[in-house]
């Protein structure tokens, strides 16, 4: 099976790594290296974004449109990378789209603080799926994990595995968090082939 993303642009469902869209021409070169940038490391980019910009206005210092547009397109490219891995792990992303569509609508008529307020709400709506996602994972693993040791079988290896997914997501890591998690189903599904091959 193949992994696959939306084109933030059109909505084209295109294979992960594709560099530009072959829909709407749409260039998804960020797609490539977005895997490398952590969850949490985007979020803080766009937030120190938004705060240096937001300290600019209120200091009353004359603010550089040009500068302001080109952050809030860095901004917008960092939560496209958010959407990226919502979409990696199956996450519900429509509100996120659109709201990150209404910033690149408010970006390309000059309105950079618009953009930046859409494309911090479109981050924000993503977060929260992202850490509970991690957490119903890592409770559903345990659940499987504690049957699984009821039957007999060694599953301490799949419970480190939880065990590490559990602490990255107390430290604010979600992508590691989920990252193991996605580890442990892969793990747990070829170990449950083979002992069910072996019976």
Not at 74 to 102: C, D, G, H, P, S
Not at 140 to 149: C, G, M, P, Q, V
């Amino acid at each position: 099976m193949r992994e696959e993303h939306l084109c933030p642009s059109c909505g084209t469902s295109i294979e992960i790594g594709v560099k530009s869209c072959p829909a709407c021409s749409t260039d998804l070169e960020w797609h490539v290296s977005a895997k490398d940038e952590s969850v949490e490391g985007l979020v803080k980019k766009v937030s120190e974004l938004d705060s240096m910009m937001s300290a600019m206005k209120d200091s009353g210092e004359e603010i550089d449109v040009e500068e302001k547009m080109d952050q809030a397109k860095e901004m917008i490219e960092r939560v496209e990378k958010l959407v990226f891995w919502a979409e990696k792990y199956n996450l519900e992303t429509k509100k996120m789209q659109t709201l990150l569509a209404k910033s690149k609508e408010e970006l390309d008529v000059g309105d950079w603080e618009k953009a930046i307020e859409y494309a911090e709400r479109s981050m924000n709506t993503v977060l929260e799926p992202l850490k509970e996602g991690a957490k119903n994972g890592i409770r559903r693993a345990r659940r499987e994990l504690k049957r699984a040791e009821g039957s007999g079988r060694d599953v301490s290896q799949l419970k480190e595995t939880i065990d590490e997914a559990e602490r990255a997501l107390n430290e604010k890591d979600i992508k590691e968090s989920i990252e193991l998690l996605h580890q442990y189903q892969e793990y747990s599904v070829d170990n449950i082939s083979e002992s069910e091959n072996e019976g």
